[in-house]
């Protein structure tokens, strides 16, 4: 009845069709739904559908709308990795890029890098998120002599939290290794690229396996209940840990809650670099939009530095243009986007993407991270008889399905 | 008439019949079918052979054919030993009853949690025995690095939560035992231990046959109680066909734990329904 009742209202009003798979979770798409596209809405006299949809969906709506030549979405946004397969269903949003840099939106360099598809501009960047190093003021008293907190390399990180083991007894460092929570990400986004400069094709090389056993030392000095935790923002509220990776959804309440408690770090480097992880999130036009132009005005508005300030304000999703100001955030808003935006300004960063294109088999993927981390790291096995047999199984994966490899390891000759 | 009245038990039967082929065979087919076809519909072993080359397969045959021997007996002997207490019907032996039914109505998640609350790092054990003074440090008992500490921590767990089951089963059990058995017993001066293992075990099989089908399958169920204790540390069936199905989102292998599941579910009732059937005494020369 609710549902008629809508319809009847919005008759005779102009309708876009927005599908995402971003700000998917009911609260996020309510808030994004009133606070943001209403706004528009209001601007433009026209409704705005927003449908919220995973990757499975996001993808088969858009492929059967491009083959059979006529659809109803006029806007698609969705991670980097969501466009890669269907790349030809967009137009190309050059001239339309250009127009935005006239108007001086200015995004950020990295965020422009990835967006191409056989030569086609594919999609605007729109939203930001990605991992972030937390550490409990108490811990810095233990950092070790000489080193800023902001420049750590992983040996430096591993002294760190050995030395707090030394002194306390305790093991204050943890990592989100329970069944949900996203430890695979830190050992293909941040310690492979760190170590080997790549994701994936270094999986079984010499300085993976010194990865590996730096893994095992690190893991000695990390609390046991990573083995459980999903997140990590409550064990750094009870303190249980004093220094935590996590994704920022995860691990934000903790600084949002006690902002004066914690300090945000950049991720520390390796003999390669400082891998890092960005999702990286875009806006797209389907060659059969309905309404174009709406969606071009609809793009506009969202890429609006004031708007993406709303929606970093809202969501805790970062920028992806600059010249934002972060006064009058939230405190623990506030640093977390400080502190992004200083990692994401440091030096030798090796810019990671979540590989696209694996479709239904990425939870596989995730998977063989995940098991060679229990046989090496929980069961103590030796890296060089477990590592070859999972290389190929993550070869096969994509080969499968056909799918490229993600950066940095596209780059790598 | 006569005709309705003939088919008239059918009918009443029929609303579950219908449940049953809705709700249990028709995901039981779907599930056969996703492990043993491929998605062009055709036969195909290659999801087996994918099962039997995931390392934590046989890990997880392991741990849950080792929770099923451990908590299984420690569940009826338990269970018998309150029920036998509570039938004796002394003052407060209902309100006995109630508190030792309460886990029943909890999910197994909470129960999970529950146990979580008591056992992590800065849980109620660990504060009590520091406000005892017993240790200086927390203890990890929830730790990956102890698997049995962390094993019987679940079987703790897994105990409170699961045993009411069984002990409501033995005391509706115990209550169908004529006193005229025990009396008789009692004048012939059988002891205590003679009772219970000439009188009261034999005519409680049946009662035992149904407890101990439930618990078994039960505990190839578990699944809950050892994600939240352990997370994926200790791996076992249910919850890798789980993992499978929502996390590695791969529905054909997921489908065949739960295949394996079943076949290890129907291999084991067989067994109890074999050994343990109860008989009808023949009484010779009465």
């Given amino acids: 009845m609710g549902n008629l009742l809508f319809l009847f209202l919005l008759f005779g009003l102009n309708k876009l069709y927005f599908i995402s798979t971003q700000l998917v979770p009911i609260e996020e798409a309510e808030w994004f739904r009133k606070n943001v596209l209403s706004e528009f809405e209001k601007r433009n006299k026209i409704k705005v559908i927003f449908l919220g949809a995973n990757y499975g969906e996001f993808q088969d709506r858009i492929n059967a709308e491009y083959k059979a030549k006529k659809g109803k979405i006029s806007l698609a946004g969705g991670l980097s990795s969501d466009f890669e397969s269907i790349g030809e269903a967009f137009i190309d949003l050059k001239n339309f890029l250009s127009n935005l840099k006239k108007k001086k939106i200015n995004f950020l360099p990295f965020a422009l890098k990835y967006n191409k598809y056989k030569g086609k501009t594919i999609y605007i960047p729109w939203l930001q998120g990605t991992y972030i190093f937390v550490a409990n003021k108490k811990a810095l008293e233990y950092l070790p002599p000489g080193v800023n907190i902001d420049s750590l390399t992983y040996n430096d990180l591993l002294l760190w939290v050995k030395g707090i083991w030394e002194k306390t007894g305790e093991r204050k460092f943890g990592l989100p290794a329970g069944p949900r929570g996203l430890i695979h990400r830190f050992l293909h986004g941040y310690l492979y690229p760190s170590f080997t400069e790549a994701q994936i094709i270094k999986f079984d090389s010499e300085d993976a396996i010194e990865m590996w056993n730096y893994v095992k030392n690190l893991w000695k000095y990390t609390n046991p209940g990573s083995a459980r935790w999903e997140k990590m923002d409550t064990p750094l509220l009870s303190e249980e840990v004093w220094i935590a990776w996590d994704h920022i959804s995860r691990i934000k309440s903790a600084i949002i809650e006690r902002p004066d408690d914690f300090v945000i770090f950049s991720s520390p480097m390796g003999k390669k670099g400082r891998g890092i992880i960005v999702v990286l999130s875009g806006l797209a036009v389907p060659e059969t939009a309905p309404s174009k132009d709406y969606a071009f005005s609809l793009i506009e508005f969202l890429v609006k530095p004031e708007i993406q300030r709303e929606i970093l304000k809202g969501t805790g999703f970062l920028p992806v243009v600059e010249n934002i100001s972060f006064e009058g955030l939230e405190k623990g808003i506030k640093k977390i986007a400080e502190g992004v935006k200083k990692q994401n300004s440091g030096k030798n960063l090796i810019v990671s993407f979540i590989p696209g294109g694996l479709g239904n088999k990425q939870g596989e993927f995730t998977k063989i991270y995940r098991d060679v981390f229990k046989e090496i790291v929980i069961k103590n096995k030796n890296p060089m008889d477990i590592l070859p047999f999972y290389k190929k199984k993550i070869i096969k994966l994509f080969k499968e399905k056909g799918a490229s490899l993600p950066p940095p390891d596209n780059e790598i000759k | ?286």
């Fill in chain 2, 1 to 286: 008439m006569k005709l309705n009245e003939k088919y008239f038990p059918y009918v009443l039967l029929l609303p579950l019949l219908l449940y049953i082929l809705l709700f249990f065979f028709n995901p039981f087919f779907n599930a056969l079918k996703l492990a043993f076809f491929d998605e062009n519909n055709k036969f195909t072993l290659i999801y087996f052979r994918e099962l039997l080359r995931d390392p934590r397969f046989f890990s997880a045959i392991k741990y849950t054919l080792m929770f099923a021997v451990t908590i299984v007996p420690l569940q009826l002997i338990t269970a018998f030993l309150i029920a036998l207490f509570i039938n004796r019907n002394f003052k407060g032996s209902k309100t006995l009853l109630f508190i030792c039914s309460i886990p029943l109505a909890i999910s197994d998640l909470a129960a999970g949690l529950i146990f979580l609350s008591i056992f992590t790092e800065h849980g109620f054990l660990n504060s009590f025995f520091y406000f005892l003074g017993l240790i200086k440090k927390p203890v990890y008992f929830l730790s990956y690095e102890n698997i049995p500490l962390l094993f019987t921590s679940i079987l703790i767990a897994e105990h409170w939560r699961a045993t009411a089951i069984v002990l409501i089963i033995l005391i509706a059990g115990l209550q169908m035992i004529e006193k005229d058995y025990i009396d008789a017993a009692n004048v012939f001066g059988a002891n205590f231990f003679k009772r219970i293992f000439y009188i009261i075990i034999p005519l409680l099989k049946p009662s035992i046959q149904s407890a101990l089908i439930i618990r078994t399958l039960f505990a190839f169920q578990m699944f809950a109680v050892v994600i939240a204790l352990a997370g994926d540390m200790i791996p076992v069936l249910s919850g890798e066909t789980y993992f499978w199905y929502y996390i590695y989102r791969n529905s054909h292998i997921a489908s065949c734990y739960a295949v394996v599941i079943i076949i290890l579910s129907l291999l084991l009732t067989a067994i109890y329904l074999k050994f343990l059937t109860y008989k009808e005494p023949v009484y010779e020369n009465i």
